[in-house]
């Protein structure tokens, strides 16, 4: 009865690699995130989907690339990756955009090397 | 911009004592203001939240006052338990779409 779930947990990979994580909500919900934590533990926002449509599009650089096949499913890109790309990446959802309570996923840790 | 300053960013407190973590935020239209609790390794979880049109909430040992002249916010925690240690993060609604997040807390009980 996994309410947010992220695949993988664990990413290690080289410079210059592309790699996905994909996230998956079963709660119903509307929009969902995702965010980046890094080693300072700062939670900042990358991108925001709203029944498949992009509303926040931080600035981030464009190696990052989010899909949305359908509200459920909030998938990352990551081209051409680099050392400060090292970071856990949190997927969320809430029941609709930024005033509900965010639920989030058990996080990626990608680390680059 | 929209920014939310959060403070102390580490607290130790002792067992049974209260613990408090402030926030201010920029954007006097900000109605939501969610805390976030992040035990070691894992996601963040929702402990409380608090919206414009109130100015205090309480559960069990956690309370959350917000001044909306002043634009702050503050988390109590009552009677401190070990597993309260954790980072807390406060955050706070900007333009109705985007939740901004403080530089969290990270509290530790002593035993």
């Known amino acids: 009865d996994t309410a947010v779930s992220q695949t993988p947990k664990y990413l290690v990979t080289q410079m210059g690699n592309d790699k996905s994580i994909k996230c998956e909500q079963n709660?119903?919900?509307?929009?969902m995130y995702w965010y980046k934590q890094d080693s300072k533990k700062f939670l900042k926002i990358m991108f925001s989907?709203?029944?498949?449509?992009?509303?926040i599009n931080e600035t981030v650089p464009n190696r990052f690339s989010p899909k949305s096949p359908d509200k459920a499913h909030l998938n990352l890109h990551i081209n051409s990756l680099e050392l400060g790309d090292s970071a856990v990446y949190f997927c969320?959802?809430?029941?609709?955009?930024?005033?509900?309570?965010?639920?989030f996923g058990p996080g990626t840790r990608l680390t680059v090397t | 911009g929209e920014n939310v300053e959060q403070h102390p960013s580490t607290l130790s407190v002792q067992e049974g004592d209260s613990a408090v973590i402030k926030c201010t935020y920029s954007?006097?239209?900000?109605?939501?203001f969610p805390w976030y609790k992040q035990e070691l390794g894992k996601r963040p979880q929702l402990i409380i939240d608090?919206?414009?049109?109130?100015g205090e909430k309480k559960d069990q040992r956690i309370a959350v006052t917000l001044n909306k002249t002043a634009k702050h916010f503050s988390l109590h925690i009552t009677e401190t338990q070990p597993e309260d240690s954790a980072v807390y993060f406060c955050?706070?609604?900007?333009?109705?779409?985007?939740?901004?997040f403080g530089t969290g807390t990270r509290l530790t009980i002593i035993p």
């Open positions: 709660l119903g919900h509307d929009t």
């Open positions: 969320a959802s809430s029941q609709r955009a930024s005033s509900y309570e965010q639920y």
């Open positions: 955050a706070a609604t900007f333009g109705n779409e985007k939740l901004t």
């Open positions: 954007d006097s239209a900000s109605n939501y």
């Open positions: 989907y709203n029944n498949k449509e992009l509303i």
């Open positions: 608090i919206r414009s049109n109130v």
